[in-house]
């Protein structure tokens, strides 16, 4: 009998030994070296409990995940431009740091699911939680803030687009055909349905309501295919439910459109809008996109909404409001490009006590030498002491005509005074290149109030801080779109709707603020090698 420890074979078998011994160090970040990006993602979030920001699990479910663990693990995820959760759930098994993160319990993308819902309503304390920790740790200066916007493309469909105009007027040239066929449902039937020239499709189904009325009285058959004789009665039925249908439709989509002036089937929040033509756009057609804003202070993302709004003037104040409501007060120098320096928005900055340092349309004009060269532009023109222009011929427009007062679009008053010639450029030389019209006269409108606040937005930006801060605008809020679009490859949503839209955009900045703080971390190691964190 052979020995027990012999290995058995048959004389044509071959035997293979191949064991290898498993070997794994006590803890698994023993194996990663101390300039890897997770040591900075734990000393980031030091001290914060994601576990709040989701709603608690249910006792009798024990096998769901920890939620504060797969937040912590998909933050850490978006820092290294991970934003699809297949990539994320394939980590988690894969990679030794992300199965560190995440317990070694591997979460399906389910689990990463559950937690997204509930992470819609509570994204904002979240963003402002971790970006104020880093933003203290790297001693940002948030007083000054950089702010802008880009467009960023809907997880919609391209050819999914709707317009409120072409609604609008198709619904008018409807409402004709409406009229013309109730005119004559009246005269064929000496009914007395109304007729104007709007109608809803309230009013449609009424009449087809009647209309089946009388053909269930009368007993006549509803009849379709060919072949098939329709009965007069079934045929204004028809006429008028197709009409009930389609201004069903109109209002359906007017009713999602809201003040907007469209929207896309498929992603019934976003709006068609047109993008830049640059490296990610190189069609130059609009798109289902977001307008996505931020505010940028020395390089780390301090303040991000997203916004249905085709331009960014109208974003400016919410957007300062959500960083007042969530800090408590608001940034002295708010920078921004001419997209953001509206009458409104200056007096809104006057109000709250912030600084002038947002360009208005004409800024870069006037500092372009070739729109200097335009000398029948009254803003060429050179002023009086009183403020009063003087055109190319040296005639003074002080002949006060009068005033028009209007309201802006935020509610706010502002008037406009007009001047003019007191010869009303009565034997002007240049009379046919400064005129449009050569019957009449030239006139200069002159707003005090906005006048005073361009002159005050030109001193703050003449100084030397006020050209240092419009170098970096350029340099710090383009170059975090550049790292969000080329580096993260973030040019597309991957969710759809206005809340996992905006979650999904404020974790992509989490991600470029937890990265920026690696940037940062390392070289304060480089600096001094003694005060490596663990």
Not at 484 to 495: M, P, S, V
Request: charged share 25%; with cysteine.
């Amino acid at each position: 009998m052979k020995n027990a420890n012999q290995v058995l074979a048959l004389p044509d078998q071959r035997t293979y030994y191949n064991a290898v011994q498993l070997s794994l160090p006590v803890n698994t970040l023993l194996a990663l070296d101390q300039e890897d990006e997770v040591f900075s993602f734990l000393d980031a979030v030091k001290g914060v409990d994601f576990s709040k920001y989701v709603k608690p699990i249910r006792s009798n479910n024990t096998n769901s995940h920890d939620r504060g663990m797969l937040i912590r693990t998909m933050l850490f995820g978006y820092m290294n431009g991970i934003n699809t959760l297949s990539t994320l759930v394939s980590l988690c098994r894969t990679d030794l740091r992300y199965l560190f993160l995440s317990n070694e319990e591997k979460p399906s993308i389910m689990a990463f699911s559950r937690m997204c819902r509930d992470l819609t309503v509570s994204i904002d304390d979240l963003f402002f939680k971790v970006s104020g920790i880093i933003a203290e740790k790297m001693n940002c200066d948030t007083n000054v803030q950089y702010i802008d916007g880009t467009k960023i493309e809907a997880n919609a469909n391209k050819n999914s687009f709707v317009y409120k105009k072409r609604i609008v007027n198709a619904m008018d040239r409807l409402f004709f055909r409406i009229t013309d066929d109730v005119i004559r449902l009246d005269q064929a039937y000496g009914y007395s349905y109304r007729y104007s020239g709007c109608y809803s499709a309230y009013d449609m189904w009424n009449i087809c309501q009647y209309l089946m009325e009388v053909m269930v009285r009368e007993n006549i058959r509803i009849v379709y295919g060919k072949g098939c004789r329709k009965n007069e009665f079934q045929v204004w039925y028809d006429i008028f439910m197709q009409y009930a249908m389609k201004l069903d439709e109109y209002e359906y989509w007017l009713e999602i459109m809201g003040n907007r002036n469209s929207c896309s089937k498929t992603d019934h929040d976003a709006t068609m809008m047109a993008t830049k033509w640059d490296y990610y756009n190189q069609s130059g057609v609009t798109r289902a996109c977001y307008n996505c804003q931020i505010a940028v202070s020395d390089g780390i993302i301090v303040n991000s909404e997203v916004y249905q709004d085709v331009g960014d003037t109208t974003t400016y104040q919410p957007f300062m409001e959500k960083y007042h409501r969530h800090t408590g007060r608001y940034p002295g120098y708010p920078v921004a490009d001419a997209g953001y320096g509206s009458y409104d928005n200056y007096l809104y900055n006057i109000t709250h006590r912030c600084h002038l340092t947002m360009k208005y349309n004409l800024y870069g004009k006037e500092h372009d030498k070739r729109f200097q060269k335009r000398r029948f532009n009254s803003h060429n023109w050179k002023k009086t002491e009183d403020g009063n222009v003087i055109c190319p011929d040296d005639r003074v427009f002080d002949q006060y005509e009068k005033d028009v007062c209007r309201n802006t679009a935020g509610g706010n008053l502002t008037i406009t005074q007009i001047y003019y010639e007191k010869d009303k450029c009565e034997g002007c030389p240049f009379r046919k290149e400064c005129l449009q019209n050569p019957d009449g006269y030239r006139r200069y409108s002159r707003n005090v109030i906005r006048d005073e606040m361009w002159e005050t937005v030109n001193r703050e930006l003449s100084t030397e801080e006020g050209i240092q801060m419009k170098t970096q605008r350029s340099v710090q809020v383009e170059g975090a779109f550049g790292v969000i679009k080329q580096d993260f490859g973030f040019t597309r949503f991957h969710r759809k709707g206005m809340k996992n839209v905006k979650m999904e955009f404020l974790l992509v900045c989490l991600g470029y603020n937890l990265k920026k703080f690696h940037i940062y971390r390392l070289r304060q190691m480089r600096i001094d090698p003694s005060g490596m964190m663990s």
